[in-house]
Structure formats: structure tokens, C-alpha cells
């Protein structure tokens, strides 16, 4: 198999899929951000009570640039496994493409943007939402942008690879309980993870999202990318791997 | 005529499965050429390999003077494939569907909207144009997947049963608008269940079974090479029958029995009908043979899966 560089053909896939979203972005929006948000203002408001301080900052404050960048995770989790295992197996939409100029690795890409857009989409609306609302600012908002973008590319790579292995939709439940659910609750999106046992610690440093609250957290707090190089050097890496992985699988699936 | 397509020792493994074993063929430019045989044949498996989604175990194949494992792309923005299954976007309209594949191919703006609608006219779905795919009749649906094939204009096109599951009408429209492209001169290859279908559309045919070629030959010179003109169907009662074939000793026939019909594949009717006459056969029946009597004359009568 060989990679080229996949540029304007995997764009004609990604604009199908954004054709698709655009009739019905409205009822995305509510979908991708009522969870968020519940567990912002749950959890924020709620157990903020409870909890006066995390770090010394209020727990809403804490709790906003993990809620964001799990939110990216989410979002593009769910669109490149439901999502795009219905265009690949259900609809055969994939396999209608194929039989055009663009191949396998430009259909992927192009999915994997789609499900890396919707979680920036996702994300970016609930930062808007706690700007709004004076829980961050603006300026480091805005500066999160590319971060949650690319949480979102890792998170839709990873899940084009269960997609690629998965035989039925059942499947994906398995993904989400045993993978994307722990990793929410134990990458410091919550609490920090030093107030976790070392084992756990250990644990939690090998979940992508845990580098990715470690980034977020400073990139709000501090406004500076600076102190998680080796984080985001890590997502890079990890990104780049599980995108050559995905592609592979799609590949074994697709051309029999 | 050098041939545009040319498959040469094709084979295709899905694990243990031998779908194709061996397979020769090749189309000429302008030519329709039908590739019948029972199900699991590997038919599919064989077009599928052209469109470039299967790779072949081994064995060459060329399209357009470009090898498949090779030049795929260049491949596939030359030709237009009716998959078995249809595969339209159900989250398009008719002719968003239209557009959306065009834009594959790298076809937009002004050149894709005339082309879409030529197409829309040309299979009879121009009003149809703002409907939803769960809208559509069965028979609309492979109509739009016909026109799909040829947004790109293809040189070739390849159909893999284009009106299975049809009813009388929408097959005969298909066959009205696959005559007239064949007439403009675009080369063909389809796969098909209805031997009507392969007697009014291809000019050349191959016979497939068990991922091996049977037979090679225009529709006609196939049935009188293999069958013989003519076909005599006799209902009788089992205790006549080898009666009736002792009477007949010494005329050049075959026979084959099924159930409770003889078959008789006669050089010479005539003769056999004459020392027929004395006999108590409930029912008759002289017919010109027909590619359906090809057919089960090379693959058989009982399932094959
Ligand atoms: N993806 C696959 N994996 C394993 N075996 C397969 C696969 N696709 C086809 N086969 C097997 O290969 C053989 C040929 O199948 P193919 O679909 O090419 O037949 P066909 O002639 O098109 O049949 P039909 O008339 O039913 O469409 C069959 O035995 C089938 O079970
Ligand atoms: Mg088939």
C-alpha cells in the first residue's frame, strides 16, 4: 500500500459527509453539547458546592478545559464509529466511492477530518458557552482551538480503527465502556490525577486524553502551550500511528 | 480488433473459497459481452475485480491498455460501475445524488449540472429530481444507478445484473437505454439471470460456473453448437419412457430426463416426431432451443450452493 499525499480527494469526501451535516446541524448542536453541558453545570455548579476548591481555583474553573477537550473526544468518538461504520457496512457509501478516482486512504481521511470537525464543533460551542458566561476568557479560548481540533483528529483515528475491526454496531459498546468511559473519568478531567494511586497514575499517562487536559489546562490557565511539549509531541505521534493503523484496516476491509 | 479489456489465468481466494480458477477472456471496443452462470459462479467477484475493489490471488488484467493492480485510479476515472447491490446515498436527493458522485470524478459547476441533467432526462427521472431515495420505486432506484455509472462519461461500463428483481417494464426501459448506448459505442460487460437479457443485448458470451469458463461464443452459434436447433419437451408416464426411447433407436439425439419431462436434442426432428406419431404422449411440446436450454446443458439442473 502506498501513501500519497492525500490533499484535494479526500476534501470531495469530507464535503459529502458536511453536505449531510448541514441539514440537520441543529439538532447535532443540542445532541453533541447536551451532554457537556450537563456534566459542566451537574458537576460545576452541583459538586462545586461540595467542593470550594481544586488547585486553588473555583471547581467550575477547574473543570472547564477537561469538559472541553472530552467533549472533541466524544463528539468525533461517536461520528467516526456509528457514523462512519453506517457509511462503510449499512449504506455501502464507501464502496459506491471506490468505484470512483478516490481511494481508500482518501476516504478515511476524509472521514476522519469530518469526525475531527464535529468534535472542534462540539467543543468550540461549549468554549463560546463558558466564555459567555465569564468562566474563561477569550484569548486562550480562541488559542485551544487547534488542540481540540486535533484531540479530535486522534480520538476519530483511533475509533476508524474499531470501526475497521468491528463486526456489527454491538461492538462499539464494548469501545466506549471499556475504553472512552475510564479514560473521561480517570485523565484528570474531574479531579488531578496525583490524588490517584501510582498505579492508576501510570495508567492515566498512557490515555491520550490525559495529555490533552494536561495542554488544555495550561493553554487556559497559563495561555502557553509551553509546558506540555512532550504531551503534545505524544498526540503527534500517537495521531500519526493510529491514522496509518486506521487506513490499514480500512483498507483490508474494503479491497477484498 | 485489439481487445480493452483482457483477462489472462485470473485467479481470486477468499480463504479456502476458489472463486475464480483460471479465467481467459477479453472485450473488444463497441462490444457487449455477457458473462452468464449460476449463482456463486464468482460473475461478481470477476466484475468486482475490474472495478478495482477486489484484488486478484493472480493472473493479469488490463483495462484501456492499463493494468489494474497498477494504474487503478487512471482506471477508475474511465469507466462506470452498476454494483449488484445498489448503493445510493440515502441522505440525498435524486439529483444531489448525482452531483455528489460527479464531484468524485472531479466534475462540478456548470459541467456537472448539465450533465446531471442530460442523464436525468435520458433514463426518464427529470421529475423526480428533488426526491428522496426512500421515495423511489426499486425500478427508479436502478435507473439512477444506471445514470450514476456514466456521470464520468465512461469509456467502459460495467453491469453487474442491471435488472434483477424488475418488473417487465422498468427491465425493458433498461434495455431500450443499454441498446442505445450500445448503439453510441460504448463497450459493455454485464452479468445477468434473464437469458432474454443476454439474447437482446450481447453480441458475445461467456459461460461461468464454479470460477472456471464453460463456453465462449455469440449467443446463436453457442446454442447451435452445444443444444442443437431445436428441443422436443415430452410429459410422460415413467413406464413409457424406455419404450419410447427403444422406438427411437438409431436416430442421433440426446436426451435428459427430469422429473417427469424427457428432453430430446434432435439433429433431425422431423424424423423423430414421424415415429412418434402411433405413441400416447400426454403432452408435446417442439421449440427452437434457446440459451435457457444452453445453459443447463453446461452448468446443470440442480443447485448449485
Ligand atoms: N467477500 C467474500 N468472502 C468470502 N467468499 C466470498 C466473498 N465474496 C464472494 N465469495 C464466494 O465466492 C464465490 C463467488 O461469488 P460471486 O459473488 O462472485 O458469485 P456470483 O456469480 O456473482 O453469484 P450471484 O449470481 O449469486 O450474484 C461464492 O462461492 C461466494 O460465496
Ligand atoms: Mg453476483
Given at each position: 500500500m502506498k501513501i500519497s499525499i492525500p490533499a484535494w480527494r479526500s476534501l470531495k469526501v469530507l464535503q459529502r459527509n458536511l453536505d449531510v451535516w448541514r441539514a440537520h446541524w441543529l439538532s447535532s448542536i443540542i445532541a453533541n453539547l447536551g451532554e457537556p453541558i450537563l456534566y459542566l453545570f451537574v458537576l460545576g455548579v452541583g459538586l462545586g458546592r461540595l467542593v470550594p476548591e481544586v488547585n486553588g481555583m473555583s471547581y467550575l474553573y477547574f473543570l472547564a478545559p477537561g469538559i472541553m477537550v472530552a467533549a472533541a473526544m466524544n463528539s468525533a468518538s461517536y461520528e467516526c464509529t456509528f457514523g462512519s461504520y453506517t457509511r462503510m457496512m449499512t449504506q455501502k457509501s464507501y464502496e459506491a466511492i471506490l468505484m470512483t478516482p478516490i481511494s481508500v486512504e482518501e476516504i478515511v481521511i476524509g472521514d476522519v477530518l469530518y469526525g475531527a470537525l464535529k468534535g472542534l464543533f462540539s467543543a468550540t460551542a461549549l468554549a463560546a458557552l463558558l466564555v459567555l458566561i465569564d468562566v474563561i476568557d477569550l484569548t486562550p479560548a480562541l488559542l485551544s482551538i487547534p488542540l481540540l481540533f486535533l484531540t479530535g483528529f486522534l480520538f476519530a483515528c483511533l475509533s476508524m480503527i474499531v470501526t475497521a475491526l468491528s463486526p456489527s454496531y454491538e461492538f462499539f459498546s464494548y469501545y466506549f465502556t471499556l475504553f472512552i468511559t475510564p479514560m473521561f473519568l480517570l485523565?484528570?478531567?474531574?479531579?488531578?490525577?496525583?490524588?490517584?494511586?501510582p498505579w492508576i497514575q501510570r495508567v492515566s499517562l498512557c490515555f491520550p486524553l490525559t495529555h490533552s487536559v494536561q495542554i488544555a489546562r495550561s493553554l487556559i490557565?497559563?495561555?502557553?502551550?509551553?509546558?506540555h511539549l512532550g504531551s503534545l509531541l505524544w498526540l503527534l505521534v500517537m495521531t500519526s500511528f493510529s491514522l496509518f493503523i486506521a487506513i490499514r484496516l480500512c483498507h483490508r476491509r474494503l479491497i477484498r | 480488433m485489439t481487445p480493452i479489456v483482457q483477462g489472462k489465468r485470473l485467479v481470486k481466494r477468499y480463504g479456502e473459497v476458489q472463486a475464480l480458477q483460471g479465467i481467459h477472456f477479453s472485450i473488444c471496443s463497441g462490444e457487449c459481452v455477457g458473462f452468464l452462470g449460476p449463482n456463486g459462479a464468482g460473475k461478481t467477484t470477476l466484475l468486482h475485480m475490474m472495478s478495482g475493489i477486489v484484488q486478484k490471488t493472480s493472473g493479469d488484467l488490463t483495462l484501456l491498455g492499463l493494468d489494474i493492480s497498477k494504474q487503478a485510479r487512471e482506471i477508475k476515472a474511465r469507466i462506470g460501475v452498476l454494483p449488484q447491490e445498489n448503493n445510493l446515498d440515502p441522505d440525498f436527493t435524486v439529483e444531489n445524488n448525482l452531483r455528489a458522485y460527479a464531484r468524485y470524478f472531479g466534475i462540478s459547476g456548470k459541467l456537472a449540472q448539465s450533465r446531471v441533467e442530460e442523464l436525468l432526462h435520458f433514463i426518464q427521472l427529470y421529475d423526480k429530481r428533488k426526491a428522496k431515495i426512500s421515495e423511489l420505486s426499486g425500478g427508479m432506484k436502478r435507473r439512477l444507478m444506471l445514470i450514476r455509472s456514466l456521470v464520468n462519461n465512461p469509456e467502459f461500463l460495467i453491469l453487474d445484473?442491471?435488472?434483477?428483481?424488475?418488473d417487465p417494464q422498468a427491465r425493458h426501459v433498461i434495455w431500450q437505454k443499454l441498446r442505445s448506448l450500445k448503439s453510441s459505442g460504448k463497450t459493455m460487460v454485464l452479468t445477468t439471470h434473464y437469458m432474454e437479457e443476454a439474447a437482446q443485448l450481447c453480441d458475445r458470451l461467456y459461460m461461468i460456473d464454479r470460477g472456471k469458463i464453460l463456453a465462449e461464443g455469440k449467443p446463436q452459434e453457442l446454442i447451435h453448437r452445444y443444444v442443437g436447433k431445436e428441443v422436443l419437451e415430452i410429459r410422460l408416464r415413467k413406464k413409457e419412457k424406455d419404450r419410447l426411447l427403444e422406438r427411437l433407436e438409431g436416430l442421433d439425439f440426446e436426451s435428459e430426463e427430469i422429473e417427469d419431462t424427457l428432453y430430446l436434442f434432435p439433429r433431425d426432428s422431423e424424423a423423430v416426431l414421424r415415429r412418434l406419431v402411433e405413441f400416447d404422449v400426454q403432452e408435446l411440446q417442439r421449440r427452437p432451443s434457446t440459451l435457457e436450454d444452453l445453459f443447463f446443458k453446461l452448468t446443470g439442473r440442480g443447485l448449485h450452493e
Open positions: 485523565s484528570g478531567v474531574f479531579f488531578p490525577i496525583d490524588s490517584l494511586p490557565y497559563e495561555v502557553t502551550w509551553m509546558p | 445484473e442491471p435488472t434483477t428483481g424488475l
